[in-house]
């Protein structure tokens, strides 16, 4: 994705032409971007060999999760949804991992009949569950179990998954104690120990943390696990500056520890696969002026990209058409829902903006449209994914009718 001439491209494809044929709000992926966060990822980690879990939640798309799973990923899931859509994308069901809080009955008993990789438990319940439904299903169920380490990962308080008062995963007593409990479980065995402090880290002390605390467990526990699921939360630069997680530092931290406990290694990245290969495009509606400010009204809102709204977080936006000349008031670019929320990004010096310019909110490829909405009956945006010069529709716009 870069400016030619001052006029932005997704690969080979102009924007402007894209909103000529597509309309706004749009969602846009360059498959190359995902092509290279893969294998950058699987490069950084290749003395590991771990198995990569693409974070379903992130982006459940089912035709880039297609092209996810020929990438040679497979998939962590949340919910039967997720499960569902990762088997019908042909995802390799030995190559999928079952998290998440409180899976029901019903969600449990799909898994175990879909003979998933693992389904992660995260409290003594869910694991009494897991084995009533394998008792009446007359399976084994391979299980991991996951530990809260109560670890700060050093990243927004409402997407942080570590910490003790965080409802994920067990603490150490209780996790000690479902180890000795299950041990000669007919139907259920523990393979895995899972954990996953966060989203959007960007400093590897936490993931070191995280990994003394493991350490620490499994030293005074007389217990063998095949794997360890260490989840995702690898960080991207959404501001354009800052810092970078240095990858190469975990990554030594976690050879050492693969190397102590003979495992296998998980990783289920999300954001660091996806997050930088979508933009939203989106036109400027009005433009509205006060005495301090001017208030840029997008065509975009809080239903397509919330996570302004939810989190604080910032996402760059840029013109499609660069020039040389600046606003001389604040911009605050807003959307047109009827709530104070509904608003992007605040500015200074930005370049002169008119009516019916097109913008780019950069890095929306995770948790962009899993997170939309239908508020105020607004219709989801088109998806499309771009290779090359090649175009490829792979979600149709709403339509009102479709909601009512």
Avoid at 170 to 177: A, E, W
Avoid at 357 to 370: E, F, L, N, P, V
Wanted: with cysteine.
């Amino acid at each position: 994705m870069k400016y030619i001439n001052n006029n932005f491209f997704i690969e080979q494809k102009n924007i402007k032409n894209l909103v000529k044929k597509f309309s706004t709000p749009l969602y846009c992926y360059s498959y190359k971007n995902l092509k290279k966060n893969i294998e950058n990822f699987k490069n950084i980690f290749k003395q590991i060999s771990p198995l990569i879990c693409f974070s379903v939640k992130s982006n459940s798309n089912i035709l880039l999760l297609k092209e996810i799973k020929k990438l040679g990923l497979g998939a962590d899931v949340v919910s039967k949804g997720e499960l569902f859509a990762s088997l019908k994308a042909g995802i390799n069901k030995k190559k999928i991992v079952f998290s998440g809080v409180g899976k029901t009955r019903a969600e449990i008993e799909y898994a175990i009949k879909q003979e998933i990789l693992l389904i992660n438990s995260e409290s003594l319940s869910e694991v009494l569950t897991i084995e009533k439904v394998a008792r009446k299903l007359n399976k084994v169920v391979n299980i991991g179990l996951r530990l809260n380490p109560d670890t700060d990962a050093q990243t927004l308080k409402q997407i942080s998954t570590g910490k003790s008062e965080n409802k994920f995963g067990v603490d150490k007593k209780t996790f000690i104690k479902i180890i000795n409990l299950m041990k000669n479980s007919k139907f259920i065995k523990i393979k895995c120990l899972s954990v996953h402090i966060g989203s959007q880290i960007l400093n590897y002390k936490p993931y070191d943390k995280m990994l003394n605390v493991l350490d620490e467990i499994l030293e005074n526990l007389n217990y063998k696990f095949e794997t360890i699921d260490l989840g995702g939360g690898m960080g991207i630069n959404y501001e354009n500056k800052g810092k970078k997680l240095n990858y190469l530092k975990y990554k030594k931290s976690i050879i050492k520890f693969k190397k102590k406990y003979n495992c296998k290694i998980i990783f289920e990245p999300g954001r660091s696969i996806i997050g930088n290969a979508g933009i939203l495009v989106t036109k400027v509606i009005y433009l509205k002026h006060n005495k301090t400010k001017t208030f840029v009204i997008l065509d975009a809102a809080m239903n397509d990209l919330i996570r302004p709204a939810l989190y604080n977080a910032k996402h760059r936006i840029i013109p499609y058409q660069r020039n040389n000349s600046r606003s001389k008031k604040t911009l605050e670019f807003v959307g047109p829902v009827c709530e104070t929320t509904d608003k992007f990004l605040t500015e200074k010096n930005f370049q002169s903006i008119k009516e019916n310019d097109i913008m780019i909110i950069c890095d929306t490829g995770a948790y962009g449209y899993s997170l939309s909405s239908n508020y105020n009956l607004r219709v989801r945006p088109e998806e499309i994914l771009i290779n090359g010069n090649k175009v490829k529709i792979i979600r149709k716009r709403q339509k009102i009718s479709d909601i009512i």
